[in-house]
């Protein structure tokens, strides 16, 4: 027999769920619509009550999803062929989908509203620092290709200070290629560490009930 408030939070909650494969979404509303009747919630204020709202719920199923995902660093996606933007686009994303699972939590919130300010304070520290370093990376590629202009300005008038001029230039220009790939590789370790902290406080937030994610029925 059907069920008007179970149908209606259902159709609801499929409607957030546009992220998933068809095959994804069908995993979790069948989950989820067996749970609800198995646990006897006939109306809609129950329902609410027991797993929140359509939105709040997607939320945390998203999250939980794009954690997986990430952890499995996506190979199940286009079969693992994906460029490291892709692979840091999604992980962004997945970042973004557990700070809205978290503010969507009755529980998580308050622990949420301390956290995330420290975390932004954190992340504005070191991406202030990151351009700071940067900029004075610039200022020196400036420097060196200056000074090797200024080397070449005077070459008919002191060879030696062409010398010393070029020479000065092409140290600073040899050093800013030697530190720029440390500085890239840098920035990803930061970004990965800022990954692997979310994929963490999601887990720890957020999974309670398990949430049905490709693949896992057929292993099962």
Do not use: C
């Not at 500085?183 to 560490?193: D, N």
């Not at 979310?198 to 049905?212: A, E, Q």
């Amino acid at each position: 027999m059907k069920n008007k408030a179970i149908d209606t939070y259902i159709d609801e909650f499929e409607i957030y769920l546009h992220q998933l494969s068809d095959k994804e979404k069908q995993d979790v509303l069948e989950f989820y619509r067996e749970y609800i009747i198995d646990a006897n919630l006939q109306s809609s204020d129950a329902i609410i009550n027991e797993l929140g709202t359509p939105k709040h719920l997607a939320r945390k199923v998203l999250a939980d999803y794009s954690i997986k995902m990430s952890e499995e660093n996506y190979q199940s996606v286009d079969n693992g062929q994906m460029t490291g933007n892709q692979r840091f686009s999604k992980n962004l994303k997945m970042i973004g989908l557990v700070i809205l699972a978290l503010m969507a939590s009755p529980v998580a919130i308050m622990i949420a509203v301390i956290l995330i300010p420290l975390i932004v304070l954190f992340l504005g520290l070191g991406v202030l620092f990151i351009l700071l370093f940067l900029f004075m990376v610039a200022m020196s590629v400036v420097g060196g290709i200056g000074a090797i202009f200024i080397g070449l300005s005077v070459m008919f008038q002191s060879f030696a200070t062409t010398v010393f001029y070029v020479g000065v230039g092409l140290l600073i220009l040899g050093v800013d290629f030697f530190i720029i790939p440390i500085i890239i590789a840098l920035l990803k370790w930061f970004f990965s560490v800022i990954v692997i902290f979310f994929r963490w406080l999601g887990k720890k937030m957020l999974r309670g009930r398990k949430t049905p994610m490709k693949g896992e029925k057929e292993n099962a």
